[in-house]
């Protein structure tokens, strides 16, 4: 079965640090991938997504992730952070056509910018 | 264009009370979704819709039904509401399967 591991719960970090926020998938087939971002009290907003080609694929924010199949893994990264970038983060794989082209969510990553 | 709508933004139910969350798109997709979302559990399908008149279950189901007679609009019902049903709630739609999910603002739900 799929299956996205986001490691860090929270992550704090300094305004204008670097970040790098961590997804591992398990995923039976070339998967698609996405990061969404949840600011507080909104929906879901797509930040970025790889469907195939050019394993770096940049977003929208200054965000950008690299999908690397030989770790299973699509890591957001972004150079410097702003302290609007606090918000909850989800890696996402799928959609899987035979159940319901369902998205499988990790738990979620909350980024925290300290001034 | 308002993108996915969805209302309320927070209700709180009494036990064994029932509701309807409403879900409204206005760019024609015809892929449209119910999802919830539990602290550190991320989002879980409950139901899902392929087209009008098409729904289908998700991941957790139970205690849910939905209808979709227009390709606009997928409702969710609560029949008979539990605690474990407190949560918040996300419609989303996209234009077909394999392809990016937009998603509504999300509807709070306590059931006391």
């Known amino acids: 079965a799929q299956s996205v591991t986001q490691p860090d719960i929270h992550i704090t970090v300094s305004e204008g640090a670097s970040l790098e926020l961590r997804c591992n998938y398990s995923?039976?087939?070339?998967?698609?991938l996405f990061w969404y971002v949840q600011s507080p009290g909104q929906g879901l907003q797509l930040l970025l997504k790889y469907f195939s080609g050019d394993t770096l694929v940049q977003g929208i924010k200054g965000f950008e992730a690299e999908f690397k199949r030989s770790q299973s893994s699509f890591n957001l990264r972004k150079p410097s952070v702003h302290w609007s970038d606090a918000a909850e983060y989800f890696c996402a794989v799928g959609p899987l056509e035979n159940a319901g082209n369902m998205l499988t969510f990790g738990g979620g990553t909350r980024l925290m910018v300290k001034p | 264009n308002a993108g996915v709508t969805q209302t309320p933004k927070f209700r709180i139910l009494k036990i064994g009370q029932s509701m309807t969350l409403q879900c409204t798109q206005d760019?024609?997709?015809?892929?449209m979704y119910w999802y919830r979302q539990d602290p550190g559990m991320g989002l879980k399908l409950i139901y899902y819709s392929v087209g009008a008149g098409i729904t289908d279950k998700g991941e957790v189901p139970n205690g849910y039904n939905v209808s979709r007679s227009t390709t606009e609009d997928f409702p969710l019902r609560l029949e008979l509401a539990a605690p474990s049903q407190t949560s918040v709630y996300f419609c989303?739609?996209?234009?077909?399967?394999?392809?990016?999910?937009?998603f509504g603002p999300g509807t709070r739900l306590t059931v006391l």
């Open positions: 989303a739609s996209s234009t077909r399967g394999r392809n990016e999910q937009f």
């Open positions: 995923y039976g087939a070339t998967p698609y």
């Open positions: 760019m024609n997709h015809n892929y």
